[in-house]
């Protein structure tokens, strides 16, 4: 089945938005592939790029497979040949992607020359080292800031003795996903809590915010887009209308400022983004796993 995820960066020239298809292919999970290949992508305005990882293409039968679903998916759509973005170390399996003729990019291959040069030694072609459990304390940290996220998530704890972070925005401004963010890749205890009306209303923090407020971050964002967030979530709704979403968005922005808070718009800013600029902000300097 095809299922795909769509990357677009809008063109301020006005032209026709063109549309190619990419595919990320790994012999291990494919989160390399995908984390470096989304950054390239976004560096090209006015094409919508179509794209699917196929993970754990470790020999080369399940490589032919692949590029049978590749070859079946360019045939429907038609136009110019596919984008393949490999992290592929076994040898027999990128001489298959490199004979299917589609354009294959090894996400490794510009670096793996002069690293070897540098350091006076080859490569070793190990499956998986990239994301590889090496550090078990780097992992515990990691799932028990993960727990953590989940246990404070949308006000459901509000004892923030533990936490590094706390975000705070109306409800759909992306918290929840920041949080999980911070937690999987950095080991961050980020929780989050959800403005709500009566916090508006009043326009001031509650009372058991206060106290951490050297840990808070507001996020914001565009009205249009969080009604249409939460038109998903809940169509034809009073809380997906555009008046409600305005009111809000306002209330809290006016909130932030008042109290001070740093805040940032998630209307056009990746998670990962978000999560940079708020460790930054706040002065959270950890090591991405």
């Known amino acids: 089945m095809w299922v795909e ?53 470790d020999s080369v039968d399940k490589a032919r497979d692949a590029l049978r679903q590749i070859a079946h998916a360019a045939g429907q759509r038609g136009g110019e040949r596919p984008i393949i973005m490999s992290s592929v170390v076994d040898e027999a399996v990128m001489a298959e992607l490199d004979a299917s003729g589609a354009l294959i990019l090894d996400v490794f291959g510009p670096f793996i020359g ?46 923030y003795n533990e936490a590094d972070l706390i975000l705070v925005g109306v409800s759909r401004s992306g918290k929840t996903p920041t949080c999980l963010y911070l ?30 407020r050297r840990k808070l971050y507001g996020l914001t964002i565009e009205p249009a887009r969080l009604r249409q967030i939460r038109q998903e979530r809940r169509p034809d709704s009073r809380y ?16 932030f400022k008042a109290e001070r808070i740093p805040v940032l718009s998630t209307t056009h800013t990746s998670i990962e983004e978000i999560a940079s600029k708020v460790m930054a902000a706040l002065g959270i300097q950890r090591q991405l796993f």
């Open 183 to 212: 937690a999987l890749h950095y080991g961050v205890r980020a929780a989050n809590y959800p403005l709500t009306d009566d916090d508006l209303e009043k326009m001031e923090l509650p009372a058991f915010l206060r106290p951490h």
């Open 5 to 57: 995820d769509v990357v677009e960066v809008a063109s301020s020239g006005g032209e026709t938005m063109r549309e190619r298809l990419v595919f990320y292919i790994s012999d291990g999970t494919g989160i390399t592939a995908e984390t470096i290949g989304h950054s390239l992508l976004t560096q090209f305005a006015g094409v919508r790029f179509h794209t699917q990882r196929f993970s754990f293409v």
């Open 240 to 255: 997906a209308t555009i008046e409600q979403c305005r009111k809000e968005v306002a209330a809290a922005e006016s909130m």
């Open 114 to 159: 002069p690293l070897e040069a540098e350091l006076g030694k080859q490569r070793e072609r190990h499956v998986g080292h990239a994301h590889g459990m090496v550090d078990f304390a780097a992992y515990e940290a990691r799932i028990n800031a993960t727990n953590y996220a989940l246990t404070h998530d949308d006000g459901g704890n509000v004892n």
